[in-house]
């Protein structure tokens, strides 16, 4: 009986642990690599956003027991495409991928569907395929319409007319960077009217998004473009008053490029209203100086907890649920997606936005 005992006991342990195997997605031990493998591609380290986003997503499944291979990718695309095909050998059970160019990753895309790794096409929406499960964002369409709102509140614009118009130059992000889209679409819709009131001008006529984008958000070709506006456009009492900015390291470069021809001095020429996205340290400090007016905080914290959450729902086999299925349509399908809020911070709320969350110490912003 004591034999048949410890017969029973053992094929019982033996059981729980084949159990124990196939319930974390088969053949890894529980000590080798925790409840599974997780790949997260994120498009470069030199952008403060995107090492926030590492971390958050990296720190938030660890903390769940998975292991995590994270990638930056230098903003390089056969860089992002091999880091990815590494994912997929090495066997991955989901993969999160915030792209550089959205069009780019069909193969690798390919790939991963055939080895039945799902997706999460994190912040930038991976474009043209079938092979894409879910999308990790915020609405960007929203946020490019608090780009625009930071314009309209800025420069005053319910109150200007046509008699005295606004003057204003453009910027748009990266042209493979679908959120572009989205951004300019949201700031242009909120600006249109006073276009067509005439109360907003742009003097070097380029509105177009294809002309004022700005390829892989490059602050430095942004700075060489205002730089070259200002010099084929503003000489005389031609005077900027604002900038559409996608992004902060593009609203400092054009502040740099404004102050370089004497704006923001004693010359009379008050630096433009120029707006940014990310809430980067530099931008808030600069808001804090009274040079750039405004940005978009969108809480990097906030869509890692949300990726972890998914791919956890995913790792335990459940369908993710109350997701939005009719905004984002990537060209091949309309991808399930989860869309998170933004919020505009100026001088007046960086205390309670940024410092009380702690989005930024005040140590970091020299407080
Ligand atoms: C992101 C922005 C970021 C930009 C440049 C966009 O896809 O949504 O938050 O500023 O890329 O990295």
Known sequence: MKYMQKVFMTVFVMLVAVGTVFANGGGESQSGRGKGLIGVVMPTRSEERWIKDG????????????????????????????????????????????????????????????????????????????????????????????????????????????????????????????????????????????????VLQVPSGQINRAVIGTLRWDAAEAQKRMENLLSAYYSGDVVLNGILSPYDPISLACLEACKAVGYGSTSGKPLPIVGGQDCIVASVKSILAGEQYATVLKDTRALGAATVTLVDTLMQGKTPTGLDTTSYNNGAKIVPSLLLDSVIVTKDNVQSAVIDTGYHTKAELGL
Request: net charge negative; glycine share 8%; hydrophobic share 40%.
């Open 55 to 198: 971390n958050a997503v990296k720190e938030g499944l660890e903390k769940l027991g998975y292991t995590v291979d994270l990638q930056y990718s230098d903003d390089d695309i056969p860089t992002q495409s091999r880091q990815i095909d590494d994912m997929i050998t090495k066997g991955v059970k989901v993969l999160v991928i915030a792209s550089i160019d959205g069009s780019a990753l069909s193969n690798q895309l390919a790939n991963a569907a055939a080895a039945k790794i799902p997706v999460i096409s994190y912040d930038r929406l991976l474009m043209q395929s079938r092979n894409v499960d879910y999308y990790v964002s915020f609405d960007n369409y929203k946020v490019g319409g608090q780009m625009g709102d930071i314009l309209i509140t800025g420069l005053k614009l319910a109150q200007a007319t046509a008699a005295k118009p606004v003057i204003v130059e453009l910027f748009a992000g990266s042209p493979d960077d679908n959120n572009s889209v989205g951004f300019y679409q949201g700031a242009m819709d909120k600006l249109q009217p006073y276009f067509d009131k005439g």
